[in-house]
């Protein structure tokens, strides 16, 4: 009896060796960085200059980096600030330094190490791209911004946890067939015959077994695992209604970020090339929506600009393969929507021979809409007038949306919850010195109810014009 006693011990040890190691196990993926985050932080910081694949752009690709910087901190300090490095005489990086000609690397001071890990496990590691082919992404995108938040995805981390039962599984049965054979044997020595031959449902009976006589570690296992479950859908009632991002300290959700079908970037075109916001958002002023361009609108530019400064060829060639723009020939297909797809194809692929991976990507947009992924989004229950805030209320677009000019990916800036509306309502006058839409109404007034002064000089706000009365807002 003994010996199956030393058994159990051992048993016991091994299983808490697993759990002991998977757990560390998780936090080394933590520890390691966090490809979600490193992937916004590098295309912010480094995608200009440089593709996280093999490939060359302004710098080398970065794909297996790690593997030419041996020694990590110096990867650190040279991604940092690659003049300093160089002065350490390094003969790599000095080397290196030569062969792009001399090309200097902004200091990135700014970037902590664990930024900089974070953009290394990205480079090794990047996340897998999200869903953006269909419509239904557009009215309810809560699913796809989740992956934003976390280090691994709970898609990643179930499949480990997964593995983990699978693995004691496997283990508890081995251990019990070996304590069986190590039990037959003590019985054999004492005569007692062997025992019964286990049923398929011994697996099972054997488990409960092994739970009942190892009820601490049973115990641990459950209560992470509950706790795991807990969290998860806590997450979930969290994002009930809202649409992914992030949640401030009072619980309102700003920051949704979702990737769009084309890298189309506001910084770039805002900041850069100064074009209007009405340019492409013509209706801001005129009605309760601003509209998203239609491709039509690009094409103004996009006939002459053909290649962007950060993807080459790849991004603005999804516009032509949406509109049916022949970018060989110069000019627009005929009858696009009805051409055979191969032809289409073909003139694609050889546009785009010259830049490795961008006709896969191209490809999927030929012949379809540019479909973009809604970001702003109102309750129906709720009415918001662009007009009424950009023309008459003279708000500027910035109050609302944050500095679009610094933006590459638009994201949600305000929490565009009631309390916002209404605290804004509180705080804000109404414009009505030389507003046309206020001259107009005195006059109507005038008009209709006799002499009407204006009380000039008094300020009032958005409340008492009525902007918090229920109504204004619901319908
Ligand atoms: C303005 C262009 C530019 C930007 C932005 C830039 N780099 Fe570089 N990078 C270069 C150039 C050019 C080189 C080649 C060495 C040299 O000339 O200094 C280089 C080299 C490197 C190397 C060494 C590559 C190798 O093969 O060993 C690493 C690592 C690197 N960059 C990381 C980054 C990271 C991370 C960022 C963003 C935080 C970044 N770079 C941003 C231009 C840039
Ligand atoms: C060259 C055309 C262009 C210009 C100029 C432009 N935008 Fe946009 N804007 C777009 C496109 C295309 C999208 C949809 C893709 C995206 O979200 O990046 C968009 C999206 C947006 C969104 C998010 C819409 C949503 O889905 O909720 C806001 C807000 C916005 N723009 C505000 C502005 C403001 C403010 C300015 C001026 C500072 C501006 N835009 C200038 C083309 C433009
Ligand atoms: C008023 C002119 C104008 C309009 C309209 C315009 N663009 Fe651009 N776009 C530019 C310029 C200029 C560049 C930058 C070229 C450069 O710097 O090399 C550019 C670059 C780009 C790039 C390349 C990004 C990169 O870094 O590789 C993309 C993608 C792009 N535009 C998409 C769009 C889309 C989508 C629209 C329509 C919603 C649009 N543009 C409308 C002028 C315009
Ligand atoms: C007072 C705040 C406010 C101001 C100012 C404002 N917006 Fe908006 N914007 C919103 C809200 C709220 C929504 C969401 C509307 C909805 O879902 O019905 C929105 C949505 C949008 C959208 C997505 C399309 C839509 O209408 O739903 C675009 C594009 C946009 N705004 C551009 C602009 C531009 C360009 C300006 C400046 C000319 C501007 N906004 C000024 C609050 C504002
Ligand atoms: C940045 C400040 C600001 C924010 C945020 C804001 N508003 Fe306003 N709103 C104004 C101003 C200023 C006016 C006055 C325009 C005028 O003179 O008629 C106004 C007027 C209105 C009116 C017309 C009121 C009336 O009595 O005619 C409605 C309706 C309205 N806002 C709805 C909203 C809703 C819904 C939201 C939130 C989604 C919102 N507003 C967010 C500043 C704001
Ligand atoms: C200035 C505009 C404005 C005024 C005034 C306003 N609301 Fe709202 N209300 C909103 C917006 C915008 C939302 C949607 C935001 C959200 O879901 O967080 C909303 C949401 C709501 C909701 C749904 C809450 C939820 O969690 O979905 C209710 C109920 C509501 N309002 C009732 C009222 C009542 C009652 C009044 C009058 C005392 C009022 N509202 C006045 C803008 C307004």
């Not at 067939?177 to 031959?197: C, D, I, T």
């Amino acid at each position: 009896m003994t010996n199956s006693k030393t058994l159990k011990t051992h048993s016991m040890k091994a299983l808490a060796f697993v759990f002991i190691f998977s757990v560390s196990l998780f936090g080394q993926l933590y520890a390691a960085g966090d490809n979600v985050k490193g992937k916004s932080l590098f295309k912010t910081n480094c995608a200009r200059c440089h593709y996280a694949t093999d490939q060359k752009m302004i710098g080398p690709g970065l794909a297996g980096v790690r593997n030419r910087w041996p020694d990590e901190s110096k990867l650190i300090a040279w991604i940092k600030n690659s003049a300093e490095f160089l002065k350490t005489g390094d003969k790599y990086a000095n080397d290196l330094y030569k062969e792009y000609g001399g090309q200097q690397m902004p200091a990135f001071t700014n970037l902590s190490d664990q930024d900089i890990q974070d953009i290394l496990a990205y480079i090794d590691n990047p996340p897998a791209e999200e869903k953006k082919d269909n419509a239904a992404t557009a009215t309810a995108p809560g699913a796809d911004a989740k992956g934003d938040k976390g280090g691994m995805s709970s898609t990643q981390i179930t499949y480990l946890l997964i593995g983990l039962a699978f693995v004691l599984l496997i283990l508890s049965s081995a251990l019990r067939s070996v304590s069986r054979a190590m039990e037959n044997l003590q019985r054999e020595k004492e005569g007692l015959g062997k025992l019964p031959e286990s049923k398929p449902f011994d697996f099972f009976n054997n488990l409960w077994g092994w739970i009942v006589t190892h009820k601490k570690i049973s115990f641990t296992i459950a209560f992470v695992i509950l706790c795991w479950l807990l969290l998860k859908g806590f997450w979930a009632l969290n994002n009930i209604g809202v649409y992914g991002g992030f949640k401030d300290k009072n619980g309102n959700v700003t920051g949704y970020m979702p990737d769009q079908p084309i890298a189309f970037s506001h910084k770039l075109h805002v900041g850069q090339n100064k074009i209007e916001c009405t340019y492409c958002h013509s209706t801001a002023e005129k009605s309760k929506h601003a509209n998203i361009p239609s491709s039509n609108v690009c094409m103004n530019c996009h006939k002459a600009v053909e290649v962007g400064p950060q993807y080459g060829k790849k991004e603005i060639s999804k516009i032509y393969a949406a509109i049916g723009w022949n970018p060989i020939k110069k000019e627009y297909f005929q009858d696009y929507q009805n051409m055979n797809t191969e032809e289409v194809k073909k003139v694609f692929a050889e546009w785009l021979s010259d830049t490795k991976g961008a006709f896969e990507e191209v490809e999927k947009q030929i012949q379809k809409p540019v479909q973009w992924v809604q970001i702003h989004n109102l309750p129906d229950h709720a009415f918001f007038s662009h007009q009424q805030h950009v023309v008459v209320g003279k708000v500027e677009c910035a109050t609302c949306h944050g500095k679009l000019e610094e933006m590459e990916k638009v994201y949600q800036y305000s929490p565009l919850t009631m309390g916002w509306c209404i605290n804004c309502h509180r705080q804000t006058e109404v414009q009505y010195a030389d507003n046309g839409y206020y001259e107009r109404l005195h006059n109507y007034y005038k008009e209709h109810y006799g002499e009407y002064e204006m009380r000039k000089g008094q300020a009032f706000t958005v409340e008492k014009i009525g902007g918090l009365e229920c109504s204004k807002c619901h319908y």
